[in-house]
């Protein structure tokens, strides 16, 4: 059987630096696989410039952060699998991976890892109304995949569900490439996302309707037509407020949910979080999970964005490290305690509240510090 | 709320299962996601709830009262994702 | 706030929150405007300003401080923010005209002398705009920065133009 040292589910933004991270420290045998054509996950996607401060790259657009991981990885000699996914996580840390080759081919591989690093990501929750079904309606997600990567647009007139961030900046986005956001719906009485990108879409023209929500899609082939209407306090429409808004696509921003399958199938201890998106596994502040030398970082962990899952692949690339031997307690500790500290910094404000008590609920529910 | 949800409204594309399906499956005794996967295949396609998981939670949530952490979660067994039997068959590499 | 209901911000609530530059300064020319009044995680202006007008400080969700007396209007900030939400404004541009810088990250970018159709902070038309002149070097790191001539009365509202 195939040994290494370090096999990480996942090369976006937290496999990556925990990858560039360990290897950074020393490790040798480091390897990363991805179930996509290209390693980056969600960050090639993301065309605007992230937030955040100058230690996060700040001001930079992820596709370019994309970039600097991928150099940065391979400087280090960081292994990087694409078309492969991981299908099994089992005792003594054997791993499955489906290995595609460049024949087209694929082959089933067992690795034996002396640590293995989760960082799978989330998916995209969906909502049901009458006629989600339709052709035209598909996640925001997918359909900046189809604009940003594959440069297809998916329609030309959108109404986008949802505006937390994910909602708003794929509306932005949509424009940039050329179609027409017709309006964003929004079941709460407030705008979910930042202020900064509602603006964005606002004076260019696209209406907000906070307190609404999609009663149904109508169309033959695919969707034409898209009925709204308001919502009381207790979520329900309010009769004759229906409007029939013209479009041809739908895109659903409801929130992700962490993609847990490994998690589950090697039995790690899980919590529920709704604020985090669902079932996430829970872990120590070395981001191990309730399995030994098995590590989980970035959205598997809750749902948060692209610079948090950065930081918390470090933190597991720097523990890991350690644990193989690569680096010394006292320099652990000190670039440990770096990490924690830009990601507090990542959960403060109005906005990163909500994910800091998360998290501290996550970690409190560890066994270890629950004791 | 419910009148809106049309008992013939698909909730899992991949085995074709309606809300009034999932319903019937809560009427049958099922208490969770599980539950409802048993009896009505509402997760067991190409995608393994990863669409219908949560609406599945959603309606068992609506119809008994329960929290979506009483839903609970659907079970996952290897394969965790779709592989040929082709792959499968070229066996192992060790 | 009007921001988390409708999704744009007001002169009172920039003015509320000490942001909005004072009368006297526009009078002296240009000067950038920067409306930012939610606590996010995020601080690239701090460092783009060269002459040190912005302040953050720590933690950095603390919101941004234009001195106004540094600040020059040059509009460098402007590319650098990461919400594209900060403009400049010239109230002294000529005796009828002022003129609003903003971020246009949109395809196909306006041309010098182009008349436009000027646009306020929810989209709406509120006037016609020549445009001076439209930035685009490697350092703003594509995002253009598009500089429109308008009547003056329209400069506190004007604050991007209508999509092509």
Partial sequence: MISKEIVIAGAGPAGLAAAIEAAKAGAKEVLVVDLNLKPGGQLFKQIHKFFGSSAHRSGTRGIDIGNQLLTEAKEYGVEIWVNSAAVGLFHDRIISIEKGLDSGEKELVNIQAQKIILATGASENVVRFKGWTLPGIMGAGAAQTMINVNRVKPGNKVVMLGSGNVGLIVSYQLMQAGCDVVALIEAAPKIGGYGVHAAKIRRAGVPIYTSHTIIEAKGTERVSEVVIAELDRSWNPIPGTEKVLEADVVTLAAGLKPISDLVRLHDLKCVYNAAFGGWVPKHDRNMESTQPGIYVVGDTTGVEEANTALEEGRLAGVAAAERLGYLTQTDASALKDDIWERLDGLRMGPFGEKRMVAKNQILAAFPECAK | MDSKFDDDMLVCRCEEVTVGEIKEAIAQGARDVVGVKRRTRAGMGLCQGRTCEKMVQQILCQELGISPEEAGCSSIRPPARPITFGTLAGGMKE | ?164
């Avoid at chain 3, 929150?17 to 701090?46: T, Y």
């Avoid at chain 3, 600040?71 to 400049?88: E, R, S, V, W």
């Avoid at chain 3, 705009?129 to 490697?138: D, E, Q, S, Y």
């Fill in chain 3, 1 to 164: 706030m009007a921001l988390e209901e409708c999704g744009y911000i007001t002169r009172e609530e920039l003015e509320q929150f000490g942001l909005f530059p004072s009368e006297e300064r526009f009078k002296q020319g240009p000067v950038a405007v920067i409306e930012c009044i939610q606590e996010i995680p995020c601080n690239p202006c701090e460092a783009a300003c060269p002459r040190n007008a912005i302040q953050i400080g720590a933690p950095i969700t603390t919101l941004p401080m234009l001195n106004e007396k540094l600040c020059t209007g040059c509009g460098i900030c402007i590319a650098k923010c990461p919400g594209l939400a900060i403009f400049t404004v010239d109230k002294t541009y000529s005796g009828d005209e002022a003129t609003v810088s903003f971020p246009y990250e949109y395809v196909p970018l306006p041309v010098k002398d182009e008349i436009v159709e000027a646009v306020n902070r929810v989209g709406e038309v509120v006037c016609k705009g020549r445009i001076i002149k439209v930035l685009n070097p490697k350092a703003y790191d594509r995002t253009p920065v598009v500089t429109v001539a308008i009547e003056k009365e329209f400069a506190d509202e004007v604050r991007s133009m209508k999509r092509k």
